[in-house]
């Protein structure tokens, strides 16, 4: 793990996110994780034992409007697994915690997804990024043809593209998979 920890559970959360990435969970809990770390260090330095109370003090502090569910989530999951590996814990309930408000998708019409290649079809050359104007229009266009995730599509290097079968090759997607996606030779 090539992240530091230093509070009284540094060994646990290390040992935590060691045993998620090994069942193939992403590392999403490294950064709230992390927070949990310097908060204890900082206000709870002798703190050996996950409490209600410091549980409630970590989610409450510098609440932003969705930090605190994500907050909430990590340090849930965090109490599970000391449960797990025998070690007393409060374990937050799942009813505390907010759930965000579900919205429906916005399906773009055929004047919007016009107006939005035309967009990215305008990008010029930059300094800093000399590829982007050819880039840009690319990713966008396999994202909406082939359904790419935002995550998959920024991920892609040129090995990962095959023009002559028409397959682009996605590693390392959800779960952990890798997938073959056709892409349109016209």
């Known amino acids: 793990m090539s992240v530091a920890f230093s509070s009284g559970f540094a060994s646990h959360i290390e040992a935590m996110l060691e045993w998620r990435a090994g069942l193939g969970y992403a590392q999403t809990l490294v950064y709230p994780m992390q927070s949990f770390d310097r908060f204890c260090t900082a206000h709870r330095p002798g703190e050996t034992f996950v ?5 409630t003090a970590w989610c ?7 930090w605190p569910a994500y907050k909430a989530h990590a340090i849930r999951e965090f109490g599970k697994y000391l449960k797990m590996v025998d070690i007393d814990a409060f374990v937050l309930p799942a009813e505390w915690i907010n759930q965000p408000a579900r919205s429906l ?13 035309l967009a990215a079809d305008s990008f010029t050359a930059c300094p800093a990024s000399p590829f982007r104007e050819y880039t840009i229009p690319v990713v966008f266009r396999l994202m909406l043809g082939c359904g790419l995730r935002p995550q998959e599509a920024r991920r892609l290097h ?5 023009l002559d ?13 890798d997938r073959r996606v056709p892409i349109d030779a016209g």
Do not use: M, W, Y
Not at 51 to 55: A, F, K, N
Not at 158 to 162: G, K, L
């Open 51 to 55: 409490s209600r109370e410091l549980v």
């Open 60 to 66: 409450e502090e510098g609440a932003r409007v969705q």
């Open 105 to 117: 998708p916005h399906i773009f019409t055929d004047e919007e997804l016009t107006t939005f290649f």
């Open 158 to 162: 040129r090995r990962d593209v095959d």
């Open 165 to 177: 079968k028409a397959i682009v090759l996605i590693e390392q997607t959800k779960r952990n998979k």
